[in-house]
């Protein structure tokens, strides 16, 4: 099992951060309890701290960052393919702006 490729940046946040690669298949420690990834991580991409339900309000640094758009299980990465974000009015990147 590998430790510290994760950090939570704030105490409110719902998900961490990975500070080291991590590939699919690894076991990390997440708040004491281990867990298997099942999906690489990349440096600076979230995983979900908690489950986290359709439409919960994902917090980084303490703030909203946006919603799930579907339901994200604990250790699962968090981003554009689950996440609207509250910057982009989708959470396409190629969303038009009024």
Same mark, same amino acid.
């Given at each position: 099992?590998?430790? #510290?490729? !994760?950090? &939570?940046?704030?105490?409110?946040? #719902? ?5 080291? !690669? ?5 076991? %990390? ?6 867990? /298997? &990834?099942?999906? @690489? %991580?990349? /440096?600076?991409?979230? %995983?979900?701290? &908690? ?5 919960? =309000? /994902?917090?980084?640094?303490?703030? *909203? ?6 339901? %994200?299980?604990?250790? =699962?990465? /968090?981003?554009? @393919?689950? &996440?609207? $974000? #509250?910057?982009?009015? *989708?959470?396409?990147? #190629? $969303?038009? !702006?009024?």
């Amino acid at each position: 099992m590998q430790g #510290n490729q !994760f950090i &939570l940046l704030h105490p409110d946040d #719902n998900v961490l951060v990975c500070r080291k !690669f991590c590939a699919s298949g690894v076991a %990390i420690e997440l708040d004491g309890e281990v867990i /298997v &990834l099942q999906e @690489s %991580i990349s /440096v600076g991409h979230k %995983i979900a701290r &908690l489950d986290l339900p359709k439409d919960a =309000t /994902v917090y980084k640094h303490g703030a *909203s960052i946006g919603m799930t758009t579907a339901r %994200i299980r604990r250790g =699962t990465q /968090v981003h554009l @393919s689950n &996440l609207k $974000s #509250n910057y982009i009015r *989708s959470h396409s990147r #190629n $969303s038009a !702006f009024d």
